[in-house]
């Protein structure tokens, strides 16, 4: 049974980073045809697919958040970690991590496997 955990703060200062990590178990993110996303939903909002890391530790982001996402793994650990800078309030969002085969999809039923979603709230 593969199960996604996310963790991290659930209060971040405006104008600060943001980072959350994705724990993965009964799967190896670097496993062939895996893809791991970070994907947010902003409240009252539909789901954001936010960036994506390959198997092969290949980066693809969304392209309005590019400038402020990175996303980086820890193959020891079986995680992926999501950092996104200079946040403000409009950050704010329930975020998810997920995997399968889908490497860019605002849909969750495009995905196999999902977080329980973790609560970010952005605010001074």
């Known amino acids: 049974q593969v199960q996604l955990r996310e963790s991290g703060p659930g209060l971040v200062k405006p104008s600060q980073t943001l980072s959350l990590t994705c724990t993965v178990s009964?799967?190896?993110?670097?496993?062939?045809?895996?893809?791991w996303s970070w994907i947010r939903q902003p409240p009252g909002k539909g789901l954001e697919w936010m960036g994506v890391i390959s198997h092969r530790g290949v980066t693809v982001y969304r392209s309005s958040l590019k400038s402020r996402t990175s996303i980086s793994r820890d193959t020891s650990k079986n995680q992926f970690t999501l950092q996104l800078s200079s946040v403000t309030p409009e950050d704010t969002a329930v975020y998810y991590c997920?995997?399968?085969?889908?490497?860019?999809?605002?849909?969750?039923?495009?995905?196999?496997?999902w977080g329980q979603g973790t609560q970010v709230t952005v605010s001074s």
């Open positions: 997920a995997g399968g085969r889908t490497s860019n999809s605002d849909s969750r039923d495009d995905y196999d496997y």
């Open positions: 009964g799967a190896s993110i670097t496993a062939n045809v895996g893809y």
